[in-house]
């Protein structure tokens, strides 16, 4: 299963970036997906939010290469770092989850895919340093 883990994030990872991107673009076939379908032109905060998240993402997508390289996490900090974005994605499925849009609630699938694969990229033992 672990080799199927870090493929699989990559592609939730690339639906997610995807979905913050367009938002940061104020494109309008994302307006359902995100923020709970709630705008009809994203403020410019938000904008710049989700901006800033798209690339967070894609630093997320090479902490996920160096677990897998590293057959887990190598550091007391790299396994809290995985904790904490395991923790996020299960927070952003069951929100996107209980989303009144449909198209929010498909999101949900790209986060637990996400969360999944930190979990397993991660290791089972915490480090000791």
């Known amino acids: 299963m672990r080799k199927a883990a870090f493929p699989l994030l990559v592609i939730g990872s690339s639906w997610n970036i995807c979905i913050v991107t367009a938002v940061a673009l104020n ?4 307006r359902t997906r995100a923020a709970g ?23 997320q997508i090479y902490f996920g290469k ?8 190598w550091s007391i900090s790299s396994w809290r770092l995985a904790q904490l974005l395991i923790a996020l994605y299960g927070v952003s499925a069951l929100l996107n989850a209980l989303s009144r849009s449909s198209a929010e609630r498909f999101n949900a699938l790209f986060a637990v895919i996400c969360m999944w694969a930190f979990y397993e990229l991660v290791g ?6």
């Open 27 to 30: 494109a309008e076939w994302v």
């Open 37 to 59: 379908g709630q705008f009809d032109s994203f403020p410019l905060a938000i904008r710049i939010i989700y901006g800033i998240e798209a690339l967070l993402m894609i630093g």
């Open 66 to 73: 160096l677990l897998y390289d590293r057959n887990g996490a």
């Open 124 to 129: 089972r033992a915490k480090p000791i340093n």
